[in-house]
């Protein structure tokens, strides 16, 4: 054993607090760094399992409507926390962290990370979910909702996702694979788009990116006035489409009866259109490729 | 973009505010021009946008210090306010074609209102309100004005410079760390890259509605960032 782990040992404390909670209280945590991790269970009690420098305190207090974890230093913000949490599946999460890794599975409630440094991965989830990264990769699957999707210098990642979705980065690709909507805008300014979903009666879709390009599986069934418009690309589609109205860089047509709006934008990219099945077996090996 | 006779009555169209006459004549001429045809998708496209924007309220009433600015009385129900509600579902926008660019860059540019309204917290003296939208109109009359896009732009310059003054606050005082920062600084470089393309762009082909809604989506984006930048500044407080 080496002296840095000697040392490890010897400034390193956990902590494992457990606290009853009823029906209509939230949990609220933040953190500086480390990371936040929680798993759901089908108890009425939030159980808190943290690691932290024996110069810290972590405190965990059930108010009337929440529950609030901290974690205090003598010396003023602790700096470095993990945190492994246990809370009921309807139990609502507000969870904030610094440079802090944000991981939620299981939970059917309303979500809302937020962290400046580190990824943000969350399974589940229902009601409101507001995920947001500055520097880190979003993931989210299994949720529905209404869902607000943002990181400034990765990609967002979204599978098997049910409700309104709002998703945007500023450098880094979207995917949604598996998407159940009626309404979904998505924005990237350096990035490509990537969407497998439904594309139902009467809903709004709209994709847009600067740079980079805009995949689309369109289910054979669906009925949608398609408006597609890029300066610098080309358009490119795997069944025929027929052009009613066409400006310089704008053009559209319709599929079926046409009542759902979907608008594909990108300046600088290629813009193409699949069944399901096609996209997905090509963007598998796109990915491959990468 | 070609124009006859119809082109600067399709907005008319699209209010109601034609005849019967007027109406069958415009969608029969409608159906045989490709180019009044396409016109008039693209303010269906705007219409729908802007009627699709939020008039989220700013997270700081701000009424009782406009109120105070103007002389009235900040209790109760605020004379002359209507609510958002009901603004919403008499918005109607009426376009010339000429404005059909520049009113689909403006209604994106004033989505950042709220933003701007929302860095300015507390008691600090109340911003300038975005130029309102001198198109939306409630009843026939005139063929309206549109506030010019320069006019909103300036204004979004102000807004840029604010939320970058208050960013550079955060760097000097170390509350935003030196990773953060340069994320930051290249995520604003990437979009002021794609401004500049979008620009130029523009500049060759200036009643292109695509480009004048990219451009201001763009610029959006860009205050959005800032917004959230400078939200991010007193993280490590």
Redesign the interface.
């Known amino acids: 054993m080496n002296v840095a782990a000697v040392v490890a040992l010897v400034v390193t404390q956990q902590t494992d607090t457990t606290v009853p909670v009823r029906a209509g209280m939230r949990l609220d945590v933040e953190n500086f760094g480390g990371e936040i991790v929680v798993r759901a269970w089908n108890q009425n009690s939030v159980r808190v399992q943290a690691t932290h420098s024996s110069r810290d305190r972590i405190d965990v207090s059930a108010e009337r409507t929440t529950v609030n974890v901290r974690a205090e230093s003598r010396r003023g913000l602790a700096q470095m926390v993990e945190y492994q949490i246990t809370a009921p599946t309807w139990m609502p999460l507000n969870l904030h962290g610094v440079s802090t890794d944000i991981e939620v599975d299981g939970t059917q409630a309303a979500i809302t990370a937020e962290t400046v440094q580190g990824e943000l991965k969350v399974r589940g989830g229902s009601g409101q979910l507001s995920l947001k990264s500055v520097q880190g990769a979003v993931k989210l699957q299994n949720a529905k909702g209404h869902i607000d999707v943002y990181s400034v210098n990765e990609g967002l990642t979204l599978e098997n996702v049910n409700g309104d979705i709002s998703a945007e980065t500023v450098s880094g690709d979207v995917t949604l694979q598996g998407i159940e909507s009626a309404n979904v805008e998505v924005n990237t300014v350096s990035g490509d788009v990537h969407y497998d979903g439904t594309i139902k009666d009467g809903g709004h879709y709209r994709f847009a990116t600067h740079n980079g390009d805009v995949t689309l599986a369109v289910p054979e069934r669906a009925n949608v006035t398609v408006s597609v418009a890029t300066f610098n690309g080309d358009f490119d589609s795997c069944f025929p489409v027929s052009v009613t109205t066409t400006t310089k860089h704008r053009f559209s047509f319709t599929i079926g009866s046409g009542s759902a709006r979907l608008e594909l934008e990108t300046f600088n990219g290629d813009i193409k259109l699949c069944r399901p099945g096609q996209l997905h077996d090509k963007h598998h090996d796109d990915q491959e490729d990468n | 973009?070609t124009r006859d006779q119809w082109t600067d009555r399709l907005s008319e169209y699209l209010d109601g505010d034609l005849g019967i006459a007027e109406r069958a004549a415009l969608e029969a001429h409608v159906a045989s021009c490709?180019a009044c045809?396409?016109?008039l998708?693209?303010l269906r496209?705007v219409v729908?946008r802007a009627q699709?924007i939020d008039d989220q309220p700013p997270t700081t009433d701000l009424w009782p210090a406009i109120a105070q600015q103007i002389g009235v009385s900040s209790g109760g129900e605020p004379h002359g306010v209507v609510s958002l509600a009901a603004r919403r579902a008499r918005r109607r926008l009426s376009f010339t074609v000429p404005q059909l660019a520049a009113a689909a860059a403006v209604l994106l540019l004033l989505g950042s209102g709220g933003a701007y309204l929302t860095l300015q917290r507390g008691t600090s003296p109340v911003p300038p309100l975005p130029a309102p939208i001198a198109g939306a109109r409630t009843g026939r009359g005139p063929t309206t004005t549109l506030v010019g896009w320069e006019k909103t732009r300036a204004k979004y310059d102000v807004a840029v410079a604010e939320l970058e003054s208050a960013l550079e606050q955060g760097r000097k005082s170390g509350r935003l760390?030196s990773?953060?920062v340069r994320?930051?600084d290249?995520?604003l470089v990437?979009?002021d890259s794609?401004i500049v393309?979008?620009r130029r762009?523009l500049a060759a082909?200036p009643g292109?509605?695509?480009?004048n809604q990219?451009l201001a989506?763009?610029m959006r984006?860009k205050l959005e960032?800032l917004r959230?930048a400078s939200a991010?500044a007193p993280?490590?407080t």
Do not use: W
């Open positions: 973009m490709p045809e396409a016109i998708a693209e496209r729908a699709a760390d990773a953060t994320v930051l290249q995520s990437t979009i794609a393309q979008a762009a082909d292109s509605v695509y480009l990219h989506d763009t984006r960032l959230r991010f993280a490590r």
